[in-house]
C-alpha cells in the first residue's frame, strides 16, 4: 500500500469499528434492559428498530452526498452525530420513548460509514479485496468489542454507563480525523481499469443477494446474546466454577459473542485472500452455502456444540463480505462507487432492519431456536440467487 493508501485506511478501519459497534452495544444489554424497563423481551427489541432501519436506508443519500462533497466532511458528521446521540441515550435509559430516539440518531449517524468509507477505498486502492479484508477485520473487531464491553461495563457500572462509553468513543474519531491528511480523487480513480461493464442486470441481481444477506446477518447480531444466555447455562455454571462465582449469565454471554466475531474477523482476512486467488462469484457462492448446515445446527443445539457451529457460521456468513464488497467495486461505475454502496446498504441494512420485526414474531410463535431455521431457509433461497448472478456475470464476461 501506498503512504497514502494506509492513511485513508486508518480513517476507515476505525470508521468501520465504530458503526458496527454502535450497531452491537443495543443486543448485548437487550436482556437487562428488558429487566431495567420492566418490559417484554419483544417489546424492548422493538425500541432499536428506528435504529437499524435509519442505518440502512439512509445509505443512499449518504453515499450521493459523499460522491458530491468527499468522504472526510462525511465522516466527520459520523463521529459527531453518533457520540452526541450516544450521551443522550445515557442520560435517557429510563424513558423508553426517548431512549428510541437517541438509538434512531445514533443509526441515522451510524449509517453515513459504509457507503462512503467503503466508497473512498473503493476508489482509491489498487488492490480492492485488500483493502476490503482490512477494513472488514475491523468492521468484524467492532462486532466483537462491542458485546464484552457493553457487557462488563454494564456489569460494573450500569446501562447508563454503557451508552456513555459509546458516546465518548464516537467523539474520539473527530482527532483521528484531524490528524490524517484530507482526501480528494487522486490518478487512481482514473487511471484504474473501469471493470463494470454496463449491464446494470448482474448489479441489480447482486442486490437482491446482498438483501437476503442483510436480513440473515441483521437478525444473527441481535439475537446472539440473548440465544448463548439462554442456551449456554451448563457451560456457564463451568464458567462459575473456573472463575470463583465472577459474573453473570449476560457477561458470559457476551465474552461468547465477542469471541464469536473475532472468528468472523479471521473470517474477513480469509475471505480477502480468497478474493485475490479465487473468482469473485464462486467464492462468494461457497461462503453462503457453508453457513446453511452451520446455522441449522445452531438451531437444535446448546452449549459447547452451539459454540462451534457458530464460530463455523461467524466465519462465512462475515467472511465473504470482501468478496461481496468487491462484486460492488467491479459492478459499478467508478465515478458512483458511494452510490453503489449506498443502494447495497440500503438494502442489507434498511431490508434487514426488517428482520428485528421477524425475529419479534417467530421468537413469540417458535421461540428464539425457530428464528435460527428460518435464517437456514432465507440462506438457501440467498445460494439461488448467487447461481442466477454468476450465470448473468459469466454471459456478460
Not at 73 to 81: A, Q
Not at 90 to 104: G, R, T, Y
Not at 128 to 157: D, H
Request: charged share 10%.
Amino acid at each position: 500500500m501506498t503512504p497514502r493508501e494506509r492513511s485513508i485506511l486508518s480513517v476507515t478501519c476505525f470508521g468501520h469499528f465504530m458503526s458496527h459497534f454502535n450497531m452491537l452495544v443495543f443486543p448485548a444489554v437487550l436482556l437487562p434492559l428488558t429487566a431495567r424497563m420492566e418490559m417484554e423481551m419483544g417489546q424492548t427489541l422493538s425500541l432499536s428498530f428506528w435504529m437499524y432501519l435509519l442505518f440502512g436506508v439512509t445509505a443512499l443519500p449518504w453515499g450521493m452526498l459523499a460522491d458530491r462533497f468527499g468522504s472526510r466532511p462525511l465522516l466527520l458528521l459520523f463521529h459527531l452525530g453518533a457520540g452526541v446521540c450516544g450521551f443522550l441515550a445515557a442520560l435517557n435509559v429510563s424513558n423508553p420513548f426517548v431512549f428510541s430516539l437517541c438509538l434512531a440518531g445514533i443509526g441515522l449517524f451510524s449509517g453515513i460509514y459504509h457507503p462512503v468509507g467503503l466508497g473512498w477505498i473503493a476508489k482509491e486502492f489498487e488492490n480492492t479485496s485488500q483493502g476490503m479484508a482490512y477494513n472488514g477485520m475491523f468492521g468484524n473487531l467492532g462486532l466483537a468489542t462491542a458485546p464484552i464491553l457493553a457487557g462488563s461495563v454494564n456489569y460494573f457500572w450500569g446501562i447508563e454507563a454503557v451508552y456513555m462509553v459509546l458516546g465518548a468513543v464516537n467523539v474520539s474519531g473527530l482527532l483521528l480525523l484531524y490528524l490524517v491528511r484530507n482526501g480528494h480523487p487522486t490518478r487512481h480513480e482514473t487511471t484504474r481499469k473501469v471493470q463494470a461493464k454496463g449491464n446494470l442486470t448482474p448489479f441489480l441481481v447482486l442486490l437482491v443477494a446482498m438483501m437476503l444477506g442483510g436480513v440473515v446477518y441483521r437478525a444473527t447480531t441481535i439475537t446472539l446474546p440473548a440465544y448463548f444466555e439462554l442456551q449456554n447455562r451448563d457451560l456457564y455454571q463451568t464458567f462459575l466454577s473456573v472463575s470463583g462465582q465472577l459474573g453473570s449469565p449476560n457477561l458470559f454471554a457476551t465474552l461468547i459473542t465477542s469471541f464469536i466475531y473475532l472468528v468472523g474477523m479471521a473470517g474477513q482476512y480469509y475471505g480477502g485472500r480468497v478474493g485475490q486467488s479465487v473468482e469473485l462469484g464462486k467464492g462468494y457462492l461457497i461462503f453462503h452455502l457453508i453457513t446453511i448446515p452451520a446455522v441449522l445446527v445452531m438451531a437444535v443445539t446448546s452449549n459447547t456444540v452451539l459454540v462451534i457451529f457458530a464460530m463455523i457460521h461467524s466465519f462465512f456468513l462475515l467472511g465473504m463480505q470482501p468478496l461481496e464488497n468487491t462484486l460492488v467495486a467491479r459492478l459499478s461505475p467508478p465515478k458512483l462507487h458511494s452510490s453503489a454502496y449506498g443502494l447495497k446498504f440500503i438494502l442489507t441494512f434498511g431490508v434487514g432492519a426488517l428482520s428485528v420485526s421477524m425475529v419479534s414474531g417467530i421468537k413469540t410463535s417458535f421461540g428464539l431456536n425457530g428464528v435460527y431455521v428460518a435464517l437456514a431457509m432465507v440462506s438457501t433461497i440467498l445460494v439461488f440467487v448467487i447461481m442466477v448472478l454468476n450465470h448473468y456475470r459469466s454471459k456478460q464476461n
